[in-house]
């Protein structure tokens, strides 16, 4: 593997240490530690050798997160976020979708590479409340830590912050016949990096922390506990991070700087093991690592943090020695060739607060963006509009795994070699990615800081199968979605709130 250590972080840092007057920095919780929570995984209601049937309900719950009152909370299958779903490759999935909630909601799979927009989850695919939805698809890529939440417009941002968030697992032959830890809960962890506000009664009040910009909480929620320990009874331990935060980056390292080893990002293995001893994520990544805790004895802890701020407590238990050598090659990333004719695409994600676009504009959901033909190579650039200092953002696309080419010209880093769903455009930048749908239909693509996407930086493409060039997808509004919503929460729809609405409204624009 590689061996020279990188300790200059891969990320613009000027970018990463800005913050705006909204920041809400995290807190170090001063309750007493709890075990981590390891969501369990879903059980199938079925699986033949070539199908996987589940059953995934949306429901309300409580849980107690602090002491004292318990937290009013959401998840799927789970009072808060959900159980973890395992995807086999090569298989069919069925999922029967169940809505308990109060509202309309959808059920996204962020990372599949699945057609949209009715199995991909998005805005066109509501589940009202006491009804289900079926769907099937079939999974067809690399093993990976992809995620479901939710996503119907412009009310997403809100539906996760009250927990609409769970893991999922792809896997595959090729990854099985490698030497990585993947006894689950045991020495292979879902980290879901979270952060919440509680105010009266040990409640998450959404509106009252709304920021057109991305609503952040002061205390840090890993997997949906507060100030969690784990212990630590293998040598080598993988966590699959994933930042289900609406905005928040973080940058995670351990106590002695420990180093650790990244294996893969979003939606692959990477190609060659990296090793590091700080790690940016930003919002909706997922970054898998190891960490050898050879060097410690039962009874030391070891600590992650992002910046000076604890996340997890690793208690040190006795272990075998684990003498397995990573291979230096991981995954062969697929280079298809780009049609030289086809014209490099430009997106721009503009503006910050309120006044957020993509290219120019704000997301229609019954407007089509762009058409593309299905597996077409083709090379976008994404340019992050705002001037230096400024935010992020995390620049998303459904229904794809895209490559990294370049980063204003320059190679990309070495822990974004993978295929990648979710990218980091710091402000000013270009950043050029290689991109094809296996896939047909209509699907969405988005800064993932939530707040962002659903005031409008967002947009979508229509994938054409030149099987059936014709075909038409029946597209929702914003209008229906919004009249379920006011519909749902008894009030008339000049009452109606939800957060993306005011960015559209103070732009003077209808949805
Ligand atoms: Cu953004």
């Known amino acids: 593997m590689a061996e ?28 007493e530690q709890k075990p981590l929570n390891i969501p369990s995984l879903l059980k199938p209601d079925k699986e033949t050798a070539t199908d996987m049937y589940y059953t995934i309900v949306a429901q309300t719950g409580e849980v107690q997160l602090l002491p004292g009152q318990k937290t009013k909370t959401w998840g799927y299958n789970a009072p808060l976020l959900g159980q973890t779903v395992v995807f086999k490759r090569g298989k069919t999935i069925h999922l029967h979708l169940v809505n308990h909630l109060p509202e309309v909601t959808t059920f996204h799979w ?35 830590f992809v995620w479901l939440h939710a996503h119907p417009c412009p009310s997403t941002a809100e539906q996760v912050w009250h927990g609409l968030a769970a893991g999922a697992i792809v896997q595959d032959e090729h990854e099985a016949s490698l030497p990585l830890p993947r006894n689950y809960g045991v020495d292979d962890l879902p980290i879901i990096l ?42 080598k331990v993988r966590l699959r991070f ?32 990296v090793k590091m001893n700080k790690l940016l994520i930003t919002c909706a990544e997922r970054q898998e690592i190891i960490v050898d ?16 701020v604890p996340l997890i407590h690793f208690r040190i238990h006795e272990f075998k020695p684990d003498n397995t050598v990573l291979p230096n090659t991981l995954y062969q990333r697929p280079d298809p ?24 504009k704000k997301f229609k959901m019954d407007r089509i963006d762009f058409k593309m033909p299905l597996n077409q190579v083709q090379i976008w650039d994404i340019c992050n509009t705002n001037p230096a200092p400024g935010m992020i953002h995390p620049y998303h696309m459904h229904g794809t795994a895209f490559e990294v080419i370049s980063r ?63 075909k038409k997808y029946k597209l929702m509004d914003h209008m229906t979605l919004m009249k379920a919503f006011a519909e749902e929460r008894h009030v008339p729809m000049d009452q109606l709130w939800l957060g993306g609405m005011d960015s559209y409204k103070k732009m003077g624009m209808e949805m």
Request: with cysteine.
């Open 337 to 360: 060739e780009v049609d030289p004719d086809v014209p490099v695409h430009h997106v721009t994600l503009d503006g910050m607060d309120e006044s957020v676009a993509m290219n120019g």
């Open 110 to 144: 962020h990372g599949l590479a699945i057609p949209g927009p009715i199995e991909d989850g998005g805005c066109h695919a509501p589940v009202y409340p006491g009804q289900s939805r079926d769907v099937s698809f079939k999974i067809n890529q690399p093993a990976a």
């Open 293 to 308: 805790f050879g060097k410690y004895k039962p009874g030391d802890e070891v600590i992650l943090y992002s910046d000076d």
């Open 408 to 470: 204003d010209g320059h190679a990309p880093y070495p822990n974004e070699l993978g295929l990648k769903d979710t990218v980091a455009i710091n402000p000013g930048e270009h950043v050029k990615i290689k991109l094809w749908f296996d896939v047909p239909g209509v699907f969405m693509y988005h800064c993932h800081i939530i707040e962002h996407e659903d005031g409008g930086m967002m947009a979508q493409l229509q994938v054409i199968d030149p099987a059936d060039p014709d």
């Open 194 to 235: 979270q952060d919440r506000r509680f105010h009266e009664n040990n409640q998450w009040d959404y509106r009252a922390d709304y920021d057109p910009d991305g609503v952040a909480g002061p205390t840090p929620m890993i997997n949906g506990t507060i100030n969690p320990y784990f212990d630590v009874t293998t040598q």
């Open 242 to 273: 994933l930042d289900g935060a609406n905005r928040r980056e973080w940058r995670l390292h351990f106590s002695d700087d420990l180093p650790f080893t990244q294996i893969a990002g979003d939606l692959s293995l990477l190609p060659h093991p």
């Open 4 to 31: 020279d250590m990188i300790t200059n972080y891969f990320y613009d840092e000027a970018a990463y240490n800005y913050h705006d007057g909204g920041y809400v920095p995290l807190e170090e919780p001063q309750t």
